[in-house]
């Protein structure tokens, strides 16, 4: 069973930046695929971007390439997320995942762990 805390989220002006944390509680975490997702108010969960068990591969949403950046540290079980360059349609519930195989990324339905999610607003 793997165990996900996100942190770092919070109220930025639009063009700043934030650094999303996700912590696990498992050293089986370096096995995994990661993903980050988020859910804007009144809209679906979306796919924001996933990375491999080595950090060698990497996938966004066409929305945040080149604003967001996601990587690991297997030694410290973390998963992270960059964001730059907010805009106001970033605001969500920002969320981490994980699941074993590098398959299907986007869905959200293939991901066995979630954290509980960490709330970003950009103000205008």
């Known amino acids: 069973q793997v165990q996900l805390v996100e942190s770092g989220g919070g109220l930025v002006q639009a063009g700043g930046s934030l650094r999303l944390s996700c912590a696990a509680s498992?050293?089986?975490?370096?096995?995994?695929?990661l993903g980050w997702f988020r859910q804007a108010p009144g809209k679906e969960r979306e796919f924001v971007a996933a990375?491999?068990?080595?950090?060698?591969?990497?996938d966004y949403a066409d929305s945040v390439k080149g604003r967001f950046t996601i990587s690991r540290d297997n030694a410290k079980n973390t998963l992270y997320l960059q964001m730059s360059s907010l805009k106001p349609e970033d605001t969500a519930v920002y969320y981490c995942?994980?699941?074993?195989?590098?398959?299907?990324?986007?869905?959200?339905?293939?991901?066995?762990?979630w954290g509980q999610g960490t709330q970003v607003t950009v103000s205008s």
């Open positions: 990375i491999s068990w080595s950090g060698g591969n990497t």
């Open positions: 498992e050293r089986t975490f370096r096995t995994y695929i």
């Open positions: 995942a994980a699941r074993p195989v590098w398959v299907l990324i986007h869905d959200e339905n293939v991901y066995d762990y």
